[in-house]
């Protein structure tokens, strides 16, 4: 059985930190969920760190629902949220469909979508259909462009304005809120004062949850990692490693061995090789 709603609220009550996880893809959504990540988000971030964006903005719904539908058939337990890419919900109309798709199409169990005050109708409205909506604030990456790649709400209007979002968000009916890039000391004060979960990457450890990507937890990519990340594992260097020890092992002829072929009774081989045996006759075209 998945995780639910209720379950994530009674968690932030109880007080038991929530570990949130990007998949985006089976083999990954696999082992978050054996590993007990109880919230694995499919983010638009797969632009970057999967099909090699320099940006979330490529990113489409069709690649967000090829992700997610995988993400979904990799995991038992944990609740699946897909974010919705840049200008799939401009208007209500258009969340609406882009949700349609996603919920039908991936059996995703909630969408997240960025922003605060232009997106409050948008978010009650789905929610009055029946999608749960997780917010994100902060530093939102479908806006990059206009806000830049760094840590928001640092002087007292943004902070006001941020937690007045968050606040907003939770009575449009948000059921959780990404606070991304966010000072830790706000990120804190705005979990204090929101009934619903809050998740940070980049906020500080007075968050409900945290979020990673998938690829800065285990060190897939060479380079330094952004602050907010913590390299939990080397795994890119291993797998470098074992690919280059592959091709090593073909180039000397060490591999394939005997173990790693499949057998055939050799005067079954000599009848199929012989142009006179009467088998060979029977199944040569005339």
């Keep these: 059985m998945r995780i639910s709603l209720t379950d994530l609220q009674k968690m932030k009550v109880a007080g038991d930190r929530i570990a949130m996880l990007t998949a985006y893809d089976f083999p990954s959504a696999r082992i978050a969920d054996r590993a007990g990540v109880p919230l694995l988000l499919v983010g638009d971030s797969l632009g970057m760190v999967v099909l090699g964006h320099d940006t979330t903005l490529p990113v489409t719904l069709d690649d967000m629902i090829r992700h997610a539908a995988a993400v979904v058939r990799g995991s ?17 109309a258009d969340a609406v469909a882009a949700v349609r798709r996603v919920m039908q199409e991936t059996g ?8 605060g005050q232009p997106v409050l109708s948008i978010v009650r409205r789905l929610t009055e259909l029946g999608v749960p909506v997780m ?8 806006s990059q462009n206009q806000l830049g790649v760094k840590v928001q709400a640092r002087d007292a209007a943004g902070a006001r304005q941020l937690l007045k979002d968050a606040q907003a ?10 606070l991304e890039l966010v000072p830790a000391a706000l990120a804190a004060a705005v979990s204090q004062r929101l009934t619903i979960p809050t998740i940070g990457i980049g906020a500080g450890a007075g968050c409900d949850g ?20 913590k390299r939990f594992a ?27 072929s499949a057998r055939m009774d050799p005067a079954d081989l000599a009848r199929a090789l012989d142009p006179e045996d009467a088998l060979g006759a029977e199944t040569v075209p005339t």
Excluded: M
Aim: aromatic share 8%; net charge negative; with cysteine.
């Design 76 to 92: 038992d337990t944990a609740l699946v949220v897909c974010d919705l890419p840049f200008l799939t919900y401009a208007s209500e």
């Design 169 to 178: 968000l939770e009575a449009a009916g948000a059921f959780a809120v990404v």
């Design 135 to 142: 917010g994100h604030l902060g530093f939102t990456p479908q």
């Design 108 to 115: 995703a169990q909630a969408v997240k979508l960025e922003g």
């Design 234 to 260: 080397e795994i890119g260097k291993i797998i470098e490693t074992a690919v280059t020890a592959y091709v090593a092992e073909v180039r000397s002829g060490a591999f394939p061995t005997d173990s790693h």
């Design 210 to 229: 945290q979020v990673q990507v998938w690829h800065d937890l285990l060190g897939l990519f060479e380079g330094k990692s952004p602050r907010h990340a």
